[in-house]
């Protein structure tokens, strides 16, 4: 069976905080895709990379393809990073928007 | 920067009435999705849609869902006879193409479907 699975389910940090959120998959994909939820229920899409490191600001995003592993840092967290984070991936055999999504995890950084 | 639109942001219907809910995508997008949330439960695939057609779907889209796009702008999810259980948040995305591995997908902020 097709499986996404995040670590930590919750996560509480106190603001300026380096923050990282796991990400481990059970098949071959095409892409893995980091996505933010904010608490009004709309979704972001951070990043979507199949292989190495990307980073976007305070973001970075890593994927190690051989250990079916990916992980999302937030260096220097503030308040306004609290939302859920969401890993999703495209497999292969499977279309493209055809994701499995993980359950997410639910981040709060404190003042 | 570009947005996918989605209207209603919340609707509250009956059980057994039809709703649309309305997606715009971004312009020069060709790919077009829509995905479910249950309360308290992960995001899932609902289906892909390229080239005026259904590229794929999962097993949740059944014979009450389909799929539109009737004009150049608009991409639509009818659910025909609406359940309980179909109370969910539901969003649309669109992405540029396969090839363009180097962009994402873009979502809208979804529509809250209530069903009472």
């Known amino acids: 069976k097709n499986e996404v699975e995040q670590s930590p389910q919750n996560l509480t940090a106190q603001e300026g905080e380096f923050i990282t959120i796991n990400c481990s998959y059970s098949?071959?994909?095409?892409?893995l895709h980091w996505l933010q939820q904010h608490p009004g229920g709309g979704i972001v899409s951070l990043f979507m990379?199949?292989?190495g490191k990307k980073k976007h600001g305070r973001l970075i995003a890593t994927i190690n393809i051989q250990e079916k592993h990916s992980s999302l840092h937030i260096t220097a967290s503030h308040p306004r990073d609290s939302a859920v984070y969401i890993c999703?991936?495209?497999?292969?055999?499977?279309?493209?928007?055809?994701?499995?999504f993980g359950k997410g995890t639910k981040l709060s950084v404190k003042p | 920067e570009p947005e996918v639109t989605q209207t209603p942001s919340h609707q509250v219907t009956q059980m057994g009435q039809e709703v649309i809910l309305r997606c715009v995508p971004i312009?020069?997008?060709?790919?077009f999705y829509w995905y479910r949330q249950i309360l308290g439960q992960k995001v899932e695939f609902l289906v892909s849609?390229?080239?005026?057609?259904?590229?794929?779907k999962s097993e949740i889209f059944d014979d009450q869902f389909s799929v539109e796009r009737p004009d150049g702008s608009n991409f639509t999810l009818k659910i025909r006879s609406t359940k309980l259980e179909d109370s969910a948040m539901y969003f649309c995305?669109?992405?540029?193409?396969?090839?363009?591995?180097?962009?994402?997908?873009?979502f809208g902020s979804g529509t809250r479907l209530t069903v009472v």
């Open positions: 995305a669109s992405s540029v193409g396969r090839t363009r591995r180097t962009y994402g997908y873009t």
């Open positions: 098949v071959g994909i095409s892409a």
């Open positions: 990379l199949s292989s």
């Open positions: 999703a991936v495209g497999y292969y055999g499977g279309s493209q928007g055809n994701l499995i």
């Open positions: 312009s020069n997008h060709l790919y």
């Open positions: 849609f390229y080239n005026n057609e259904i590229s794929e």
